[in-house]
């Protein structure tokens, strides 16, 4: 095992560690501890089965035999049956120790996905993060228990069977035993570090396969509009057909690894066999010998064989650990602070100063963007595409971080308080709402979890959502389908307003949430959203200049800056840049309702 590998294994067993011993549950640490005694007695019984084999041979082949052994064949099979039932018992133990470590590994590593920053998550395909992580957190399971109660316990056996070799049986025995292990130790190590580089490329070409599936299915409707499920196919055929070349070299050498291991203990069989039968021809040892010799041999080939998996599968586990482990290193960018304390709400103003933010180096989408949205008033920002309207909201959850300037909540820094604290005091009513897969009345009440329902049936009036779900034949239990595409584009907005009434945040950001519906949708979501809007400090970003007439004051952005700010009669008025985006606008509307 190079150096490499070594520090691999020793940072995977400090990370494990508090999994295996749990701090603060004595319940599984006595567990811990009944499962290592079992394992214990189960090897010592396991190793004194030969020496049962032997004595019952032994009393069969003299000269003095008056009766069946049958006390010896008892004691032989009472060995036999005690060293598995130990094994089970051993196993039965710590069942719940490994699963319970399995599943506090998989939701530490879901909550620090969770808290990587946006910009993580765009960077990653969500198909082969989720495959990665699957196969870490199995290849967790697989150290925790197979290295544990496998690894250890045969080197713990092989050692205690060579020194009884040494002392009841001739050097020569345990010396061909010793180098047996260690020719089958040494080219397994060599052969799986070899092939280890084809179980990489087939876990990757796995992740490849797996993300290009996921795409495919998360935008079916896409792939029937255009009717490219043969170019689909043709992508994953592609795909598996890699995955499969690298499969094919992983199984090749894994099947040259098996040959060289057999052939490694049928020589030391033959060697320590004919060592034991000469003493027997010389009279040194018995026939009984020359059985225990073989029994311990044979006995030993599982675990020695095993030993051989369990190396190759530690190698491939700590493989398929790696993505886990650079996951676990890698520090959220946007965090809290030290010193962060919750937020204070005192109404709910909001204050830009100066902002400046840019996803690439030398392209800012933000310069200098400076204003204030008092308590309780509605400020509108509008403006071309990709004049970075959304990218505010993202700012304000703290999404992304602000890289120049800052921006206050009722005097605080946004980077001074705790997240949680800030992201409970913000309410979003997005453009394209994504529910879960789950019931009508679990997605909104995803706004408040602990929700009653009468509060979501109110919340739900409110949305105008009530008489439709009434409607339905399961009602409020409804399952909408994945993304919620068995809903349509207004009542997923209706959802999103729901929501957003349960959660009752003194701030609310409206991110263009009725620019993808129709006029008459529209006119009905306005009304829920004017509703939802009184009273709290408002954030609306808008494409269309109609749903804004009314703001307390209208933002319009320009090449990240704000290049215009009033109200909606003073801006038309002044003719600049939102008088013509208006015009340009109602005459599509006119188009529109007349007709060509």
Same mark, same amino acid.
Request: glycine share 8%.
């Given at each position: 095992?190079?150096?490499?590998? #070594?520090?691999?294994?020793?940072?995977?067993?400090?990370?494990?560690?508090?999994?295996?011993?749990? #701090?603060?549950?004595?319940?599984?640490?006595?567990?811990?501890?009944?499962?290592?005694?079992?394992?214990?007695?189960?090897? @010592? %019984?396991?190793?004194?089965?030969?020496?049962?084999?032997?004595?019952?041979?032994?009393?069969?082949?003299?000269?003095?035999?008056?009766? %069946?052994?049958?006390?010896?064949?008892?004691?032989?099979?009472?060995?036999?049956?005690?060293?598995?039932?130990?094994? &089970?018992?051993?196993?039965?133990?710590?069942? #719940?120790?490994?699963?319970?470590?399995?599943?506090?590994?998989?939701?530490?590593?879901?909550?620090?996905?969770?808290?990587?920053? @946006?910009?993580?998550?765009?960077?990653?395909?969500?198909?082969?993060?989720?495959? +990665?992580?699957?196969?870490?957190?199995?290849?967790?399971?697989? @150290?925790?228990?197979? *290295?544990?109660?496998?690894?250890?316990?045969?080197?713990?056996?092989?050692?205690?069977?060579?020194?009884?070799?040494?002392?009841?049986?001739?050097?020569?025995?345990?010396?061909?035993?010793?180098?047996?292990?260690?020719?089958?130790?040494?080219?397994?190590?060599?052969?799986?570090?070899?092939?280890?580089?084809?179980?990489?490329?087939?876990?990757?070409?796995?992740?490849?396969?797996?993300?290009?599936?996921?795409?495919?299915?998360?935008?079916?409707?896409?792939?029937?509009?255009?009717?490219?499920?043969?170019?689909?196919?043709?992508?994953?055929?592609?795909?598996?057909?890699?995955?499969?070349?690298?499969?094919?070299?992983?199984?090749?050498?894994?099947?040259?690894?098996?040959?060289?291991?057999?052939?490694?203990?049928?020589?030391?069989?033959?060697?320590?066999?004919?060592?034991?039968?000469?003493?027997?021809?010389?009279?040194?040892?018995?026939?009984?010998?020359?059985?225990?010799?073989?029994?311990?041999?044979?006995?030993?080939?599982?675990?020695?064989?095993?030993?051989?998996?369990?190396?190759?599968?530690?190698?491939?586990?700590?493989?398929?650990?790696?993505?886990?482990?650079?996951?676990?290193?890698?520090? !959220?960018?946007?965090?809290?602070?030290?010193?962060?304390?919750?937020?204070?709400?005192?109404?709910?103003?909001?204050?830009?100063?100066?902002?400046?933010?840019?996803?690439?180096?030398?392209?800012?989408?933000?310069?200098?963007?400076?204003?204030?949205?008092?308590?309780?008033?509605?400020?509108?920002?509008?403006?071309?595409?990709?004049?970075?309207?959304?990218?505010?909201?993202?700012?304000?959850?703290?999404?992304?971080?602000?890289?120049?300037?800052?921006?206050?909540?009722?005097?605080?820094?946004?980077?001074? %308080? =705790?997240?949680?604290?800030?992201?409970?005091?913000?309410?979003?009513?997005?453009?394209?709402? *994504? @529910?879960?897969?789950?019931?009508?009345? +679990?997605?909104?009440?995803?706004?408040? !979890?602990?929700?009653?329902?009468?509060?979501?049936?109110?919340?739900?009036?409110?949305?105008?959502?009530?008489?439709?779900?009434?409607?339905?034949?399961?009602?409020?239990? =409804?399952?909408?389908?994945?993304?919620?595409?068995?809903?349509?584009?207004?009542?997923?907005?209706?959802? +999103?307003?729901?929501?957003?009434?349960?959660?009752?945040?003194?701030?609310?950001?409206?991110?263009?949430?009725?620019?993808?519906?129709?006029?008459?949708?529209?006119?009905?979501?306005?009304?829920?959203?004017? &509703?939802?809007?009184?009273?709290? =400090?408002?954030?609306?970003?808008?494409?269309?200049?109609? =749903?804004?007439?009314?703001?307390?004051?209208?933002?319009?952005?320009?090449?990240?800056?704000?290049?215009?700010?009033?109200?909606?009669?003073?801006?038309?008025? #002044?003719?600049?840049?939102?008088?013509?985006?208006?015009?340009?606008?109602?005459?599509?509307?006119?188009?529109?309702?007349?007709?060509?």
């Amino acid at each position: 095992m190079d150096r490499s590998t #070594r520090g691999e294994l020793w940072r995977i067993a400090r990370r494990l560690a508090p999994y295996l011993w749990p #701090r603060g549950e004595g319940a599984l640490r006595r567990r811990v501890v009944a499962a290592v005694a079992a394992l214990v007695v189960a090897k @010592l %019984v396991n190793v004194s089965v030969p020496f049962w084999l032997k004595a019952v041979v032994d009393r069969l082949e003299g000269d003095l035999l008056t009766a %069946v052994p049958i006390g010896l064949i008892l004691a032989y099979g009472a060995a036999r049956l005690g060293a598995t039932l130990f094994q &089970e018992l051993r196993d039965a133990l710590f069942a #719940r120790v490994g699963e319970r470590a399995g599943c506090r590994l998989a939701l530490a590593v879901y909550r620090h996905l969770f808290a990587q920053p @946006l910009a993580f998550h765009l960077e990653k395909r969500t198909g082969e993060l989720a495959r +990665a992580v699957e196969r870490g957190v199995h290849g967790v399971a697989f @150290l925790l228990k197979t *290295v544990l109660f496998s690894l250890v316990p045969t080197v713990f056996e092989f050692a205690l069977v060579i020194l009884l070799l040494l002392i009841n049986y001739p050097p020569s025995l345990a010396l061909i035993l010793f180098l047996t292990i260690i020719a089958y130790a040494l080219f397994t190590v060599v052969t799986t570090e070899w092939r280890t580089r084809f179980r990489r490329e087939m876990n990757r070409r796995d992740n490849e396969f797996s993300a290009l599936a996921v795409d495919g299915l998360v935008n079916y409707e896409t792939v029937k509009v255009f009717a490219n499920e043969e170019h689909e196919l043709a992508r994953l055929g592609r795909a598996l057909a890699r995955y499969e070349d690298a499969a094919v070299k992983s199984e090749v050498s894994l099947a040259l690894l098996n040959a060289g291991q057999a052939a490694i203990i049928a020589l030391g069989l033959v060697l320590a066999m004919g060592v034991a039968a000469a003493g027997v021809v010389e009279g040194t040892l018995q026939v009984g010998d020359v059985v225990l010799v073989n029994a311990f041999l044979l006995q030993l080939y599982v675990p020695l064989n095993f030993l051989g998996v369990i190396y190759r599968q530690l190698r491939q586990s700590l493989t398929d650990l790696e993505a886990i482990d650079r996951l676990l290193e890698r520090v !959220p960018e946007i965090r809290d602070r030290p010193q962060a304390r919750p937020l204070r709400l005192k109404g709910g103003a909001i204050r830009f100063e100066g902002v400046g933010f840019a996803y690439h180096p030398g392209r800012p989408v933000l310069r200098a963007v400076d204003f204030a949205i008092a308590e309780g008033e509605r400020v509108a920002v509008v403006g071309p595409s990709g004049a970075g309207k959304s990218t505010l909201v993202r700012l304000l959850f703290r999404l992304f971080e602000v890289q120049e300037g800052r921006i206050l909540i009722d005097g605080q820094d946004i980077r001074d %308080v =705790t997240l949680a604290s800030l992201r409970r005091a913000i309410g979003l009513v997005p453009q394209d709402t *994504v @529910l879960f897969h789950d019931t009508i009345a +679990a997605n909104i009440a995803y706004g408040r !979890p602990d929700a009653s329902p009468q509060d979501i049936v109110r919340a739900a009036t409110v949305a105008q959502l009530h008489g439709f779900i009434e409607r339905l034949p399961d009602g409020y239990d =409804t399952v909408v389908g994945e993304r919620g595409l068995k809903l349509s584009g207004g009542e997923k907005q209706r959802v +999103a307003i729901a929501r957003v009434v349960l959660k009752d945040p003194p701030i609310l950001v409206l991110d263009e949430a009725t620019s993808s519906l129709d006029s008459r949708t529209e006119r009905q979501l306005q009304e829920a959203l004017f &509703e939802v809007a009184r009273g709290r =400090t408002t954030l609306m970003i808008a494409h269309r200049l109609s =749903t804004v007439v009314d703001a307390d004051q209208i933002l319009v952005l320009a090449d990240g800056r704000i290049a215009e700010r009033g109200r909606h009669r003073e801006l038309l008025a #002044r003719g600049g840049l939102y008088a013509e985006m208006w015009q340009r606008q109602q005459r599509q509307r006119s188009k529109l309702e007349t007709g060509p």
